[in-house]
T-cell receptor, first 117, second 114 residues
Framework: GAVVSQHPSRVICKSGTSVKIECRSL??????MFWYRQFPKQSLMLMAT?????????EQGVEKDKFLINHASLTLSTLTVTSAHPEDSSFYIC?????????????FGPGTRLTVT | AQSVTQLDSHVSVSEGTPVLLRCNYS??????LFWYVQHPNKGLQLLLK??????LVKGINGFEAEFKKSETSFHLTKPSAHMSDAAEYFC????????????FGGGTRLMVKP
């Protein structure tokens, strides 16, 4: 149980275009979903926290107009990178907490590799 | 506030020898602590977790970690390394009253030599 999926696993886009990444909890309802960014050979950096039906809370230094997060249901959150630039190239990982299990452990998706050319 | 320090960015061991990955944390309250493993271009897999029960925690793939409050440490160990253990390891801390926010250590890359 407690599986989180991400789609796509890899995406290449041109500079100036927008890219949407989906994060789904497959067998549980997610109280909260988190979005992380990971640069090569570095640790994960929390970008934002989102609760179903409410606005996401962004970490300091993360542009909310650049990284749009929508958490429309208890099993789906999306991250849209708007007007992508090469510096947005990174590994994006989402996680979710299980509402039914008390919601303190985060389950991670497999990540999405974004390359902006 | 909470923080996590992984003392070694790289650890190299020979196959069949013990593994020790060090982690120290700082927390104002009783934390929950996790170790995750990440293989190249993959997501994170939970190895084990400490949530205020037994201080010696056994995880998957033969890993275990001991929570030592007096030393504010949560070191990860394995008696005998396997080639498949080569990966990046993250020590993570969270607090119940921190909205499930995780604080990640910088990571330790484990290399296993044949």
């Amino acid at each position: 149980g407690a599986v989180v999926s991400q789609h796509p696993s890899r995406v290449i886009c041109k500079s100036g275009t927008s890219v949407k990444i989906e994060c789904r909890s497959l067998d549980f309802q997610a109280t909260t979903m988190f979005w992380y960014r990971q640069f090569p050979k570095q640790s994960l950096m929390l970008m934002a926290t989102s609760n179903e039906g409410s606005k996401a809370t962004y970490e300091q230094g993360v542009e909310k107009d650049k990284f749009l997060i929508n958490h429309a249901s208890l099993t789906l959150s999306t991250l849209t990178v708007t007007s992508a630039h090469p510096e947005d190239s990174s590994f994006y990982i989402c996680s979710a907490t299980d509402r039914g299990a008390g919601g303190y452990e985060q389950y991670f998706g497999p990540g999405t590799r974004l390359t902006v050319t | 506030a909470q923080s996590v320090t992984q003392l070694d960015s790289h650890v190299s061991v020979s196959e069949g020898t013990p593994v020790l990955l060090r982690c120290n944390y700082s927390s104002s309250y009783s934390p929950s602590l996790f170790w995750y493993v990440q293989h190249p271009n993959k997501g994170l897999q939970l190895l084990l977790k400490y949530t205020s029960a037994a201080t010696l925690v056994k995880g998957i793939n033969g890993f275990e970690a001991e929570f030592k409050k007096s030393e504010t440490s949560f070191h990860l160990t394995k008696p005998s390394a396997h080639m498949s253990d080569a990966a990046e390891y993250f020590c993570v801390v969270t607090l119940y009253n921190a909205g499930n926010m995780l604080t990640f250590g910088g990571g330790t890359r484990l290399m296993v030599k044949p």
